[in-house]
């Protein structure tokens, strides 16, 4: 049986994290892409679907193309972040259950149920979308994640060559600089949104 | 700036964590479940809006009823597991905003817009629903997530009282036996799901 993790491991996750709207001038490398992306992968998804598609903005060309799709409050934040992501959702994420969850023949579950496939692009690729936050933490990066955007045209501009994938959410990822952030915004006691039944 | 978490606190997290189909005859406490929603509910969401709401299943009676509406090969799980939780979503989490984020108008954001408000509650209820999982392990305890059950059932049997309110997910939540699980399905590659440009 694990113990939990150290209050400083604690804070960095969750406790003291916090998103950012500006970073330091420290560049992310592709190593650390690559290093986020082997611990957001080990994470659940129904069926082991891994519906997430990523595109990393590292180049500023790339940023800029992000940014230009973006809204205006986040521009400026993707131009200059060191770099920035794009999760997309894959709908057609069924073709690949043969080969990740070989044991059964869990692709004829979503044949010819758009609607099915759709929830469960949408449910399990945000899923992986905060193993993409909590991984960044954890590896010692700070993220900026945002809705902001214009979901149709990032469509258009990273994913035109993958027509069943969709834009879920963007972020930016660096080492967040303490002074673009903002007040904590409140967060609510047990009760508020739990029962114990 | 941030250091990677040790090798072991990523091993617990993500490497080495599995969802559980069975757990030791060890009790979870309420003390705990409070823990677990004082680590998830720090995690970001869109303008803070934390759709998520969440019924314990901590008693017999309660994680029976779960069972009861889900699919047959979890039903067993649900009620041999010390818990459980229903992960529901809000889809009038607006009406909380003034109170989340008190710095601006966020509800007239969402307010007529019906079709909005499910897909960020689903995305951002999503996004919660993964920082359960992480706070979970990183408290030292165990889960298994599940979306095999009958949505309207689990809507009519939890949230009867709350109409806005829809099941995202479940997930039973213990001290994890290793006997109970399957082989790690396989995780691909950087390359398969990830571009940088």
Not at 59 to 77: F, V
Not at 176 to 194: M, V
Request: hydrophobic share 40%.
């Amino acid at each position: 049986m694990n113990m939990p993790l150290t209050d400083d491991a604690l804070d960095q996750l969750f406790r003291e994290a916090r998103t950012y709207n500006g970073y330091h001038d420290k560049p992310v490398t592709t190593d650390q892409l690559h290093a986020i992306w082997d611990l957001m992968k080990m994470g659940p998804t129904s069926a082991n679907m891994l519906p997430a598609r990523l595109v990393w903005c590292h180049s500023e060309e790339a940023r800029n193309k992000l940014a230009d799709c973006s809204a205006e409050g986040n521009q400026d934040k993707i131009r200059k972040a060191p770099a920035a992501v794009v999760i997309g959702m894959d709908q057609d994420f069924h073709d690949h259950l043969p080969e990740l969850f070989p044991h059964t023949d869990a692709k004829s579950w979503f044949e010819g149920d758009a609607e099915a496939r759709k929830v469960h692009a949408m449910r399990n690729s945000s899923l992986q979308g905060a193993y993409f936050i909590l991984a960044a933490r954890a590896l010692g990066l700070d993220t900026g994640p945002m809705s902001g955007f214009d979901n149709d045209a990032v469509d258009k501009a990273f994913f035109a060559d993958q027509p069943s994938v969709r834009s879920n959410f963007i972020s930016t990822l660096g080492y967040g600089d303490p002074e673009t952030i903002f007040e904590r915004s409140p967060r609510p006691e047990f009760g508020k949104f739990n029962k114990i039944i």
